[in-house]
């Protein structure tokens, strides 16, 4: 008896589906049979285990016909990936992660490549709960299309949006076009990638002068813990597996701040274990002036690049992450809508820092952000750090 069935039809390869690698086989299929890798992976999900290496190994066979079909323009190859990725993947505990990630790059592939009239039908049929993957996978593709402005003028997208709301799903809150300050979203420019030099970060932002009044407000500082707060904050990073828990940590002072102190030397004395040692390795501290779709842009493009060993969340995930963090940094309640939330982080001053520590990296990324609010007596850090000296050290 065959142990693995599941085969092509006539065609280019007479070998098993789930050993198919060459990714023009996979695409001539899709082009030509589209249905032989739908029923394949079916037949392969209902054969395996949720949990185990089975599982996995199914899973990684189904994401790749998947990806293919998602690529592959037709309304048939969009509603076959969409089933695949929603209905069909293993759902147990130890590949729900991977999932949720291969849901969620499915999406973006589906939003690139297919065209909207090929996608609209899939939003016919109304969901009943937020947790069924099905459910997650359509949200997913809302969230994509929103972000590129395919969305508008969709009855039935909206309808979808309006009943996902309804559910609570976690991405029914984002706003359903794209706004001003989110225009540096997967956009990617040459020579603008990570700042790794104090150079580079005094070439693309103006530096603030450090003080002595700076220092001193610094050590005055009460810090408040906030537990919540800081893992929301963080989570950008911590979504997109970046190889180091981030920091963030929420201050106040006992009476407002000069804004000209609001600079490096001031956040070298803040009780901060990213600064931990500054000034006993070679090169200087330096802080730079910046504005909120920077850091707004820098938190998206944490969680949708993902750390060099991590987790690349897809568009609209990254984009809930980077909003839920730019609210914890503000100090905002969750219901504040996003374009009074801009305005106020307008009236907030931000900075981005560099330092030489033994807490940051200095090879793959590092980001630092600072804000002082309005009143000038609460001020917030962020920090992170990534590596794949690891990855290195395993190759």
Known sequence: MNDNPVTPG???????????????????????????????????????????????????????????????????????????????????????????????????????????????????????????????????????????????????????????????????????????????????????GSVKTSAQLRSRFPEVPPTDSGAAAGRAVGQVPDGTRARAASEPFTAGGWAREPEARFFTLPSPLDPDDFNISFVKELPLDCLAGEGTRRGGAVACRTAPDDVLNTLFAAAYDGGVNGRAQGGAYARLYAWNSLYALLGLPTDVPFLEAVGQALDHRWLRFMAFTDWFHHDTADEALAVLDPTRTRVTVLAATDTDADADADG
Not at 32 to 47: G, H, K, V
Not at 57 to 73: I, K, P, Q, S
Not at 159 to 169: D, I
């Open 10 to 192: 006539d065609g280019a390869s007479r070998r098993p589906l789930g050993e198919l690698s060459d990714a023009a086989e996979l695409k001539l299929l899709a082009e030509s049979r589209p249905e032989e890798l739908y029923e394949a992976a079916e037949r392969l999900c209902r054969d395996v285990s949720d949990d185990g290496p089975a599982g996995s190994a199914a899973l990684r066979t189904v994401g790749r016909f998947a990806d293919v079909l998602a690529e592959t323009r037709s309304r048939e190859c969009a509603r076959f990936a969409v089933d695949l990725v929603g209905r069909l993947l293993p759902v147990g505990p130890a590949h729900r992660e991977e999932g949720d990630l291969l849901r969620r790059s499915v999406a973006a592939k589906l939003a690139r490549s297919q065209q909207l009239r090929d996608l609209a039908p899939l939003f016919g049929e109304l969901s009943d709960t937020a947790q069924d993957p099905s459910t997650d996978v359509r949200a997913c593709l809302l969230g994509e299309l929103a972000l590129i402005g395919a969305w508008q003028g969709r009855p039935a997208l909206d309808a979808y949006a309006e009943r996902l709301r309804e559910l609570g799903h976690p991405l029914a809150v984002l706003p359903r076009t794209r706004l001003d300050v989110e225009h540096r979203f997967t956009v990617r420019v040459r020579g603008l």
